[in-house]
């Protein structure tokens, strides 16, 4: 068995919780043996660490680990991508093309999102997890592949099962072996570690000076739901360094950014650790719209200023006139959130916008802030995986479906 201090250095999986610590203790058995495993988890939790740390703890750690995100990929291609396929199989196809489990041939492949892929493709995948069999889409030729596989979903598999969604062959097989990574709000003692992490990692890459985190903003943070996990707490990290550039962070500026997370939602007493029940979803989604029409108004202030000649372009500093000395009419608020959150845009800027350019403006950052992770943007702006994916390819946005390690 692998020792687990080792295992935590080598993954960089932060935490000294009882649930983290009884995740590693399963990597490090899982590791070394060439099963395949299934990682479960809410949003968030660190399931593609924990699936990297699997790779990196076993044997094929000097093979390729190919990571697949089975939610993104449209239905009609999930088996070509797959599996491959011969030229000629179906339009499009120009080349004979090999499919992610022949490019994970000696190494591990990781399904992502494996609640998603298709009935039909289900039993091709256990196929190929029973024998290693598969065959490209288009040829009547049997390949064999050696690959591990582990696979990922924030799903109940065992209620789509009952749905009639997933194959219950697929569910026993892959459920064997079952890592599963706790919420954060289980785990909460981790917080302050994986904060420091985050923090440490940030201001370095971004040269800002940091004076730590007050126990008590740590405590604070401790009674938040992070609904989106560790994923939601780096995010917010980064966002309080940036805010608080250079201070010491206190419980009051957390408080602060917290409950600016939450705008629309009533906090009856701010003086208590709040705890509030909007999905992060929203909370997100919120926080995009604002930074957006916040970036749009910038923009326009900024365009204004070089055309009337009021910035100097030499030096770094801004000139810090305000708007209303230049005579640039802003209005107090780029944009009106009514209760029900309708009325985004401004009588004033309609007219003088493509809905095409706001489109792309939207997924560009969208994807930024969710760090590419394509179900989570989709889901805040309210469109589906294979729309999002159909938008990337129409924007020409960088497809980063597959990653490698
Ligand atoms: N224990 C941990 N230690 C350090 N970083 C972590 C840990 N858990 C998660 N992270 C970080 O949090 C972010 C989210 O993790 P990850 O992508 O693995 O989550 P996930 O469970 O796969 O999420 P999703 O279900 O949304 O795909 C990543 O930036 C990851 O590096
Ligand atoms: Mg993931």
């Not at 990571?67 to 797959?82: F, K, R, T």
């Not at 569910?171 to 909460?188: N, Q």
């Not at 992070?226 to 917010?236: A, D, I, S, T």
């Not at 708007?323 to 800027?349: C, Q, V, W």
Request: charged content about 30%; glycine content about 8%; some cysteine.
């Amino acid at each position: 068995m692998i020792d687990i201090d080792r295992l935590q250095k080598q993954s960089g999986i932060i935490g000294t919780s009882s649930g983290i610590q009884q995740v590693l203790e399963m990597i490090s058995q899982v590791a070394p043996v060439d099963i395949s495993a299934l990682i479960t988890g809410e949003s968030g939790v660190g399931k593609e660490v924990v699936a990297k740390a699997i790779h990196k703890a076993s044997k094929r750690n000097n093979e390729t680990l190919v990571v697949v995100n089975c939610g993104a990929i449209p239905e009609g291609i999930i088996e070509s991508e797959l599996f491959g396929h011969k030229k000629g199989s179906f339009t499009g196809a120009s080349d004979d093309r090999k499919g992610y489990f022949e490019e994970a041939n000696k190494g591990t492949i990781f399904l992502d999102e494996i609640g998603e892929t298709p009935l039909e493709t289900q039993v091709k995948l256990l196929r190929v997890l029973d024998t290693g069999e598969f065959m490209r889409v288009g040829e009547a030729k049997t390949r064999y592949t050696d690959v591990r596989v582990i696979a990922a979903t924030n799903k109940n598999l065992g209620e789509l099962v009952q749905r009639g969604d997933f194959r219950q062959d697929l569910y026993y097989r892959l459920k064997t072996v079952t890592v599963d990574v706790p919420a954060l709000r289980k785990r909460v003692e981790d917080i302050g570690p994986l904060v420091e992490r985050f923090a440490l990692e940030f201001t370095r890459s971004n040269d800002i000076l940091y004076r730590g985190f007050m126990p008590e903003a740590i405590r604070v943070m401790k009674q938040w739901e992070w609904p989106g996990n560790v994923r939601e707490l780096k995010h917010f990290v980064e966002k309080v360094l940036v805010l608080q550039r250079g201070e010491r962070v206190t419980a009051e500026m957390v408080q602060h950014e917290l409950l600016d997370v939450m705008p629309l939602e009533p906090v009856h007493n701010p003086a208590l650790p709040v705890v509030v029940n909007q999905s992060s979803d929203k909370a997100e989604i919120d926080l995009i719209l604002r930074q957006l029409f916040m970036l749009k108004q910038d923009t326009e202030i900024i365009q204004k200023m070089l055309i009337s000649g009021q910035v100097q372009t030499s030096g770094s500093q801004f000139p810090l006139i305000s708007s209303e000395e230049m005579g640039i009419p802003i209005p107090k608020k780029s944009m009106e959130i009514t209760e029900e959150g309708h009325n985004l845009i401004r009588d004033d800027a309609i007219g003088d916008m493509a809905i095409k350019s706001l489109e792309e403006e939207a997924i560009t950052r969208s994807l930024r802030y969710f760090n590419n992770n394509r179900r989570k943007t989709a889901r805040s702006l309210g469109m589906s995986e294979r729309t999002l994916y159909r938008k990337i390819e129409e924007f020409g946005l960088e497809p980063k479906i597959k990653k490698r390690n």
